[in-house]
């Protein structure tokens, strides 16, 4: 179910994706804040719709425009074991000094934060992990 949300100019393109990183103090004393600042921080979004409605914005040159967004699917890593499709858990990323790691990415996807998930999707086979654990490939929705 789309949310209705404000966007930078720049931003607001069908199928543009952001992490929404939280208000700015820039916000505080703005009249159409609650607006804008609507979105869970540090998740993932989609631009599915651009509206018809501008507003002028301190913080983005050329105003805001109004969108709809959908949270997007995260594809990371999860322990092998618990890699079911359509099973739900609390995500918590795991420590991993290892940033040199061609998982890493998977791993550490940006705007994939702690949460209840579900697993829309598993890979059959096993990735290569530099600390030795068994993982899996998996597309997780938040729930």
């Known amino acids: 179910m789309p949310i209705v949300t404000l966007v930078g100019r720049t931003n607001s ?4 994706e952001f992490v929404y990183i939280g208000p ?4 505080k004393n703005c009249k159409i804040k609650n607006a804008c600042i609507n979105l869970d ?8 719709k651009v509206r018809d409605k501008e507003h002028e914005c ?11 967004v959908e949270e997007t699917p ?3 890593t999860v322990d092998s074991h618990g890699a079911i499709e359509n099973s739900t858990f609390n995500f918590e990323p795991f420590d991993c000094p290892h940033y040199e790691c061609l998982q890493h990415g998977a791993c550490f996807p940006d705007g994939l934060v702690s949460g209840k998930v579900k ?11 530099a600390m030795g654990k068994n993982l899996k490939v998996v597309t997780v929705n938040y729930v």
């Open 58 to 68: 301190e913080l983005h040159e050329g105003g805001v425009i109004v969108v709809e």
């Open 119 to 129: 697993i829309i999707s598993a890979d059959k086979k096993n990735v290569e992990c």
């Open 13 to 16: 393109k069908e199928g543009n």
């Open 41 to 48: 921080k540090g998740r993932k979004y989609r631009v599915v």
């Open 74 to 76: 995260f594809t990371t």
């Open 24 to 27: 700015c103090p820039e916000c």
